[in-house]
């Protein structure tokens, strides 16, 4: 194996690094030398450790990319406050017009169930009516108020039948219905 001298730097202190997972070159004097290394056995599934690096061991930033870094994170905080308060608003807006059709829903139920109860009174009272027109009812109040019925029958005209369809004046024999000298004779 030989390394490129394209791909490898110079990292001080004598060491050189590849730029593929910039680690030291190991000369070949060690390599040559290093015990085989034993077969691998299967092992179970095990989840490799994680490594954590230190804050301090991050590589510098320039100065300009700093600044163009915040620069795109500071609009993003206006704008999550932004779409938290609308989501806030339009749950407390659902929350009131809710309460406010919850309320017309009582109302309605009651304007209902009072409808309801008026409508049973009307028919109640249109009953009682009936009843009391009847004219067995009409009459056993009027005994009641002290009323006494009625004993002279009215006076009919009775017209022959061959006269019925006949239309002629009346005579001097004749008198009419309900006329002064009728109610004398009576």
Do not use: W, Y
């Not at 059709?101 to 009682?128: G, I, N, P, V, Y």
């Not at 009323?147 to 006269?163: C, G, H, M």
């Not at 006949?166 to 001097?172: E, L, Y």
């Amino acid at each position: 194996m030989s390394i490129d001298k394209d791909t490898t730097r110079d990292i001080g202190g004598g060491q050189t690094a590849t730029a593929v997972g910039e680690r030291p070159a190991v000369p070949a004097a060690r390599r040559a030398a290093a015990p085989p290394r034993p077969q691998k056995t299967p092992r179970r599934a095990t989840p490799a450790p994680r490594r954590v690096t230190p804050a301090t061991s991050t590589p510098p930033v320039a100065e300009g990319s700093r600044r163009a870094s915040s620069a795109r994170t500071a609009p993003r905080t206006p704008f999550v406050l932004l779409v938290v308060g609308l989501l806030c608003g339009g749950l407390v807006s659902l929350l009131l017009l809710n309460t406010v059709l919850a309320q017309d829903s009582f109302r309605m139920s009651d304007l209902l169930h009072s409808t309801q109860r008026l409508r049973q009174e009307a028919q109640d009272k249109s009953k009682e009516l009936l009843i009391k027109s009847q004219p067995g009812e009409i009459a056993r109040r009027a005994k009641e108020q002290g009323d006494k019925p009625d004993a002279t029958a009215p006076d009919i005209l009775v017209i022959p039948s061959e006269e019925q369809g006949a239309g002629r004046q009346a005579s001097q024999a004749q008198t009419p219905v309900g006329s002064q000298a009728e109610v004398a004779t009576r």
